[in-house]
């Protein structure tokens, strides 16, 4: 089984509608982490928690939320899709602890289209 | 501001040929530079660097950083169509609550022809 998962896989929604984009981890890892992806642009961070208690914006955070709900959960929504938000999303952890300027894992993204 | 700039942007190369990708940063507090290989959808992750000129190494993929001059390459030797991908640089930063956050480039579109 996949240690980081996303749900759904493929969303398409119409502009004015909230969506929620869901990611979960088996790994035990205390920090997770939205990005978006579009096409010559690279990763962008959204938001990233350290625990349930902390939420921090990243780079690209207007017309997002997310949620931290328990360690193994971090969902992300938004409020009132529109189309430039139409991109493939990544759910990523990493293992602070550990090394906190290790690696991070990525879930196999979600790919969003507003219309 | 923060910024990690790879080149070239895309690249087409024929099995066999070697090929060299390099990743420039400018980062506050820099900690670490990572490669990741991204296929079809999620990034997998290839080397981390935080050492100057100690070269990484796994099978036909080898990196090394420059900490003076603030860059990175990635060499694929022998290349095969496999070996086609994006390949992503990012950076890490020991500065304030963005401690270990990544920092990512553009990337390199690598397509290797038969």
């Known amino acids: 089984d996949a240690d980081v998962t996303q749900t759904p896989r493929n969303r398409i929604t119409k502009t004015g509608k909230r969506i929620m984009l869901e990611c979960s981890q088996t790994k035990g890892h205390d920090r997770m982490y939205w990005y978006r992806q579009d096409p010559g642009l690279g990763l962008r961070l959204i938001y990233y928690s350290f625990d349930v208690k902390d939420i921090n914006k990243g780079e690209i955070s207007d017309g997002y939320s997310v949620s931290r709900q328990a360690q193994a959960k971090f969902s992300l929504s938004l409020e009132s899709a529109i189309p430039n938000q139409t991109a493939l999303y990544f759910c990523?952890?990493?293992?602070?602890?550990?090394?906190?300027?290790?690696?991070?894992?990525f879930g196999p993204g979600t790919r969003l289209t507003v219309l | 501001e923060d910024k990690v700039v790879q080149s070239p942007l895309s690249l087409v190369v024929h099995e066999g040929d070697t090929v060299t990708l390099n990743c420039s940063y400018e980062v506050t507090n820099f900690r670490s530079l990572l490669w990741y290989k991204q296929e079809k959808k999620a990034p997998t992750f290839l080397f981390m660097l935080t050492s100057s000129g100690i070269e990484k190494k796994s099978g036909r993929l080898s990196s090394i950083l420059d900490k003076k001059e603030l860059f990175s390459i990635l060499n694929i030797t022998a290349t095969q169509t496999g070996d086609s991908a994006v390949y992503l640089c990012?950076?890490?930063?020991?500065?304030?609550?963005?401690?270990?956050?990544?920092?990512f480039g553009k990337g390199t579109k690598l397509s290797v022809k038969p």
């Open positions: 990012a950076a890490t930063t020991n500065y304030g609550g963005s401690q270990g956050n990544l920092i």
């Open positions: 990523a952890t990493s293992d602070f602890l550990a090394g906190p300027y290790n690696e991070q894992f």
